[in-house]
């Protein structure tokens, strides 16, 4: 007779029915099918992002804004260090940047001297100002030319001072560099926190990673690309779930005669990471060598 399906109790949330119905047997050994292909092998299933993260520079914790369980995306605030003298130090510097008065007191006195230029030379081809006299305003206006050009660069570098220190505000926020789930706070307010130390962990379950040990004449029939089955040991009903390789090692384990190999699944459900499985590879037909 046909054996229909028993609902999942455990993780029942998580798994979509066409899942659970995958894990039915049409026959009525009470046992599921077992996906055809090289296997099983088994697997511990892993974030396929885990990030520690740490200030850039030292400080005291003045904001954390997430708690374990949160979901984040790239570019979320987590903590903050306290910054009040920073943004003290960058008004400082905001003023200094917008402060132009030098330089329009140089072009000022680079002006007026080279109209000065202009009138000795007229007044020494007349016979009045002497050679002297004009050599002398010469020199006052390379001078004043210097001095400006002088001023443009202080107001430039200003403006760069001002850009290092907003840079520096910035470097006293912790943002996540990916979507994911906060694991854990390690700081909390008022706490100190350096560049070695570790102030928040985040990581991403989706997808969820399986690293695989096979046997190296089994490995070097699989490439990157491939499909592969995936069936959980820790849930009540087996399931399959498909994934595929994204990596196999390059530098095999002699003494064991292994090589890793790295599934990638999708996990739009939800499932933790941790879970123990079974998988099985279904290579994809490969030319003949010399073909």
């Not at 520096?168 to 906060?182: F, H, K, N, Q, Y």
Request: some cysteine.
């Amino acid at each position: 007779m046909r054996r229909t399906c028993r609902p999942a109790r455990r993780w029942r949330s998580w798994i979509p029915p066409a899942l659970v119905a995958a894990g039915c047997l049409a026959s009525g050994s009470g046992q599921p099918s077992v996906p055809p292909g090289l296997g099983p092998f088994p697997a511990i299933s892993r974030p396929s992002d885990y990030r520690e993260l740490a200030v850039a520079i030292r400080g005291r914790v003045d904001r954390v804004h997430v708690a374990p369980g949160d979901t984040v995306e790239p570019g979320d605030e987590l903590l903050t260090l306290e910054d009040s003298v920073q943004r003290q130090t960058i008004e400082l510097a905001r003023l200094s940047a917008g402060d132009d008065s030098s330089v329009r007191n140089s072009q000022l006195l680079r002006d007026h001297w080279a109209e000065e230029v202009r009138l000795t030379s007229e007044s020494n081809q007349q016979g009045g100002a002497s050679e002297n006299e004009l050599r002398d305003a010469r020199l006052k206006l390379g001078q004043s030319e210097i001095s400006l050009d002088s001023a443009k660069i202080m107001l430039r570098e200003a403006g760069v001072e001002l850009a290092r220190e907003l840079a520096r505000l910035d470097e006293m926020r912790v943002v996540s560099p990916i979507a994911g789930t906060i694991l854990d706070v390690h700081k909390r307010q008022g706490e100190a926190a350096d560049e070695q130390t570790k102030v928040i962990t985040v990581i991403s379950t989706n997808p969820l990673w399986l690293e695989v040990n096979v046997p190296t004449k089994d490995a070097m029939r699989l490439r990157v690309g491939d499909a592969a089955s995936i069936r959980w040991q820790d849930l009540e009903d087996a399931i399959d779930m498909d994934g595929k390789i994204i990596f196999v090692s390059p530098a095999g384990h002699a003494g064991a005669r292994q090589i890793q190999v790295r599934v990638e699944v999708s996990n739009d459900s939800g499932l933790p990471s941790g879970l123990h499985s079974d998988i099985w590879f279904h290579p994809a037909p490969r030319a003949a060598a010399g073909s």
